[in-house]
T-cell receptor
Framework: NAGVTQTPKFQVLKTGQSMTLQCAQD?????MSWYRQDPGMGLRLIHY???????DQGEVPNGYNVSRSTTEDFPLRLLSAAPSQTSVYFC????????????FGDGTRLSIL | DAKTTQPNSMESNEEEPVHLPCNHS???????IHWYRQLPSQGPEYVIH?????VNNRMASLAIAEDRKSSTLILHRATLRDAAVYYC?????????????WGLGTSLAVNP
């Protein structure tokens, strides 16, 4: 069972570069979300989606874009990378009911020089 | 801001029970209480969830206060593999309650 798959696992970027973090799930989950986690901190919600074509901002959306063209995929785009975006990024998916547990990917470790 | 508050850290001895508290005084009637844990260098892992009644599964038990303003995750016999950060979050159904806001969690150390 694949679950939630994030790619790449590691990435180093230069300031100003753009890139897309990929997230795919095979559980037919409607709810997907992106978090960032900085050292010693909890998870902070970047963007989330409750279904294809529907996205909304989380706590820290600035500098990131998302789209949800299919149920399976929820890519996160960094438009112009900044050192402050160095972090570990987690994607999660779940059913939409508030009794549904979230399933997390293994994370993408992103360093911006 | 997170809707839950937890102690920053706790310590336990191996094979002893652990009670991890969580306060959520602003919980609304339809919010579920979810617990996750995060092992070092891994993504969070679902542990348990509940609404009003106490819940048990193979990993842990969840005790929910009668007024639902607090809950306690119970690990019946801590093992070294239970050393992790434990997060308590509320999951609502509609509007902004669909945003899942995480606090800092409780870092649990287990002594051999």
């Amino acid at each position: 069972n694949a679950g939630v798959t994030q790619t790449p696992k590691f990435q180093v970027l230069k300031t100003g570069q753009s890139m897309t973090l990929q997230c795919a799930q095979d559980m037919n989950h409607e709810y997907m979300s992106w978090y960032r986690q900085d050292p010693g901190m909890g998870l902070r919600l970047i963007h989330y989606s409750v279904g294809a074509g529907i996205t909304d901002q989380g706590e820290v959306p600035n500098g990131y874009n998302v789209s949800r063209s299919t149920t399976e995929d929820f890519p996160l785009r960094l438009l112009s990378a900044a050192p402050s975006q160095t972090s570990v990024y987690f994607c999660a998916s779940s059913g939409t009911g508030n009794n549904q547990p979230q399933h997390f990917g293994d994370g993408t470790r992103l360093s911006i020089l | 801001d997170a809707k839950t508050t937890q102690p920053n850290s706790m310590e336990s001895n191996e094979e002893e029970p652990v009670h991890l508290p969580c306060n959520h005084s602003t919980i609304s009637g339809t919010d579920y209480i979810h617990w996750y844990r995060q092992l070092p260098s891994q993504g969070p892992e679902y542990v348990i969830h509940g609404l009003t009644s106490n819940v048990n599964n193979r990993m842990a038990s969840l005790a929910i206060a009668e007024d639902r303003k607090s809950s306690t995750l119970i690990l019946h016999r801590a093992t070294l593999r239970d050393a992790a950060v434990y997060y308590c979050i509320l999951r609502g159904q509609a509007g902004n309650n669909r945003k899942l806001i995480w606090g800092l969690g409780t870092s649990l150390a287990v002594n051999p």
